[in-house]
């Protein structure tokens, strides 16, 4: 057991966090699923447009690997399948009916799930479709069960700006939470479970895991930290990682015999009306979670946080990974002076502005960047928000030149491109940081 106190990093003081409060969401008229989001994966369909589905009726596969299936999340008809350049599949999308019905797959109870041995485990979490839960590092794609983890990390925190709070979200699935570590002990000898270290909540009651906790500022609650810190990754090494509310489906899967829909959202940002919970189930569009709760103007969706999100049409789903959606206006406006203006309502971080000096104080945040894009300004700044044991500004330098043998000997293996996001909300020269690293990650994947 470790405590670990994260002494770099940056809280962005933006206001719009969620209140806990819990409202059931409408049963929406359609949902979706969209391939393009799962790194790595070549889908190749099971249904076409007009076939009927269930909870848990087959609607994908990937071509390298057919055993790894991807289900549908509701009960109905499918409506369209929605083609992007080159004919990528970018979603498959099904009209809802009024009631649920399941594919039903075999129950477990909390005894027999210790007692199934890994390679049949394996085929139930893949024929359930809950395999792609589990991720693993490096590359941050769908965990490869042919080649067993060095560890498996459970994260049940998070530090990023207007994170939704598993110990809340998450109170009423301590069972689930359950089975899903009695699962992961099957996988692994070596399961790290990761909180923050105040109120454990549903992980309080687990045993046969090593406990860590972190504390201090994002990216404190990223599993880049927690791994880099417990249990660094070394060359040739993977370690697989998944999180608090991703487990509780896969345990949820275990007890239940069905394929889990049920996911508990956090809608945040000065964008909406009264930032809340919403209970919905997965694959709910955009537009059906804000539904009556937007405030006025235009408005950027992002699926995730602020700093590594994805940014959203409201006619598509959240992503598969996420349970927070923030809602910020769009900053087309124009600032008299410009650099010039003292501004006590825009954030600084490194107090380029009044408003730097008054710590404690949160804004309400917009899209503009605040300035264009320039030349790499050497500060040293990135070096104080990366919670790595990298030098990040050599790291990036490498990157941008290439330079492989260098990339590799400055840790880029152990990075993903959320570990750097922060890089990229405190640089003076507006460079999408995040970018960089993720642009090297896919050219090491490819050098192999």
């Known amino acids: 057991m470790g405590d670990y106190k994260i002494s770099k990093g940056y809280t962005v003081p933006i206001l719009g966090e969620a209140a806990k409060e819990l409202v059931d969401a409408k049963h929406p008229p359609f949902v979706g699923v969209c391939p393009v989001e799962f790194k790595g994966l070549k889908p190749k369909l ?17 071509k390298k690997n057919p055993e790894l299936i991807f289900l549908s999340p509701a009960t109905g008809r499918i409506t369209a399948i929605n083609y992007g350049p080159r004919r990528v599949i970018e979603e498959v999308v099904i009209a809802t009916g009024d009631a649920y019905q399941y594919e039903i797959f075999e129950k477990h109870t909390l005894a027999q799930i210790a007692k199934v041995t890994r390679e049949t485990l394996i085929q139930k979490l893949l024929a359930g479709g809950v395999w792609p839960y ?5 590359f941050t794609k769908i965990a490869d069960y042919t080649k067993p983890a060095k560890a498996i990390f459970v994260n049940c925190m998070d530090t990023a700006p207007l994170a939704n709070d598993p110990s809340f979200s998450l109170k009423e699935r301590g069972e689930d939470f359950k ?4 699962a992961l002990k099957v ?3 070596k399961i790290h479970l990761v909180t923050n270290g105040g109120s454990q909540g549903p992980f309080g009651d687990v045993e046969g895991v090593t406990r860590h906790t972190f504390s201090g500022k994002h990216p404190a609650g990223l599993v880049g930290t927690h791994i880099n810190k417990v249990d660094p990754i070394n060359k040739g090494e993977t370690v697989w990682f998944v999180h608090a509310r991703d487990l509780v489906m896969i345990g949820q899967f275990l007890l239940s015999g069905r394929y889990p829909i049920e996911r508990i959202v956090a809608v945040a940002g000065n964008g909406a009306q ?5 209970r919905t189930q997965v694959g709910t569009k955009i537009k059906d979670l804000v539904a009556g709760n937007l405030a006025d103007g235009e408005m950027r969706f992002i699926s995730g946080n602020v700093l590594s999100g ?6 598509k789903p959240l ?4 349970d927070l959606l923030t809602i910020i206006p769009e900053g087309r406006e124009q600032h008299l002076l410009g650099w010039a203006n003292p501004f006590k309502s825009v954030p600084s971080y490194t107090r380029a502005f009044i408003s730097g000096f008054f710590s404690g104080t949160k804004y309400k945040m917009n899209t503009n960047i605040n300035g264009g894009h320039r030349a790499i300004i050497v500060s040293g700044n990135y070096d104080e928000v990366v919670a790595l044991d990298v030098h990040a500004e050599f790291l990036i330098k490498a990157t941008l030149a290439q330079d492989i043998d260098m990339m590799e000997q400055l840790g880029i293996l152990e990075c993903d491109p959320e570990d750097f996001s922060l890089c990229t909300y405190i640089c003076p020269s507006k460079t999408e940081v995040s970018q960089i690293i993720a642009d090297g990650l896919e050219l090491m994947e490819k050098e192999g």
């Open 46 to 62: 099971s249904v076409k447009v007009n076939d009927e589905v269930k909870v848990g009726t087959p609607l994908f596969f990937d």
């Open 134 to 138: 589990i991720r693993q590092r490096p």
């Open 179 to 182: 089975a899903g570590i009695q």
């Open 187 to 189: 996988l692994s000898d």
């Open 274 to 278: 009264k930032p809340h919970y919403v």
């Open 310 to 315: 994805s940014l959203k049409d409201p006619e």
């Open 319 to 322: 992503g598969f990974y996420d």
